[in-house]
Structures are given as structure tokens and as C-alpha cells.
């Protein structure tokens, strides 16, 4: 009977560690989905002929910190490392949302879709939507 009872507390622990695991995927999957959305949006706005030198000097500061080895969190920190790199990558968002129209969402995304296949599109709403409420 106690070697059921060790062996029922063993599993338990296994089936914990790997529903923690599990959620970290999908937390770091999430987060890795937006951190590429965000960094091809502006890469795709950056694309774009009439688009005027600042926001091209605000997306390419944004992207070299993005691409840059060395960041204030450094990206091999388990769960927080792209944080700063989002961070940079939403505020210089917020500041060209006027140039990103349906046409670089669309580019966006299917670049997404070749990248890693099927996933969830409502992980990109809350960009989408800092963008769309910066429209108006």
C-alpha cells in the first residue's frame, strides 16, 4: 500500500512538472509569436517608399535593439528576456502606427504562418489594437 501511495505522489509531481512546462511553452510561444509580429510589422512599414525619416530612423533604432546582442534583460532569461525587446518594439509601434496599414498586417502575418504554422490570431490583438486605437 505505500509503495502505491510513493508511486501516486511520484506521478503527481511528474503531471505538476509538466503541466508547469507545459504553460511555459505556451506562455514563451505567445510571447515569441508577438515579439516576430511586432518586428515584422515594422520591418514591413520600413519597406514602404513614402514613409518619412523619422519613423524609418524610429523603426531602424527599434529593430537594431531588437537584433542586438546585448539588451537590458538579456534574452536567454527564461520567461522575461524579449520583455524589453517588445517593449522597444510597442512603443516605436505606437509611434508608426499611422503607416501600418491592412496590407503590412497581412505581410505580417503570413510571414507568421510560413514561420510556424497554424496558430492562434487572437494572440496578436492587443498590438492590433494599439494600432488600430492610434488610427483614430
Do not use: C
Amino acid at each position: 500500500m505505500k509503495k502505491n501511495k510513493i508511486l501516486l505522489n511520484k506521478r503527481s509531481k511528474k503531471d505538476k512538472q509538466n503541466s508547469l512546462l507545459n504553460k511555459i511553452v505556451k506562455v514563451s510561444q505567445k510571447a515569441g509569436i508577438n515579439v516576430v509580429y511586432a518586428g515584422l510589422l515594422l520591418f514591413y512599414v520600413l519597406q514602404k517608399p513614402f514613409v518619412p525619416k523619422w519613423a524609418k530612423a524610429t523603426i531602424t533604432s527599434a529593430l537594431g535593439y531588437f537584433i542586438f546582442p546585448l539588451d537590458v534583460i538579456p534574452d536567454i532569461t527564461p520567461a522575461v528576456g524579449y520583455s524589453d525587446d517588445l517593449g522597444v518594439l510597442a512603443l516605436a509601434i505606437v509611434a508608426v502606427a499611422m503607416f501600418i496599414d491592412d496590407k503590412v498586417k497581412k505581410k505580417s502575418k503570413a510571414k507568421l504562418k510560413s514561420w510556424f504554422g497554424e496558430y492562434e490570431e487572437s494572440v496578436l490583438k492587443d498590438i492590433d489594437n494599439r494600432i488600430d486605437g492610434n488610427h483614430k
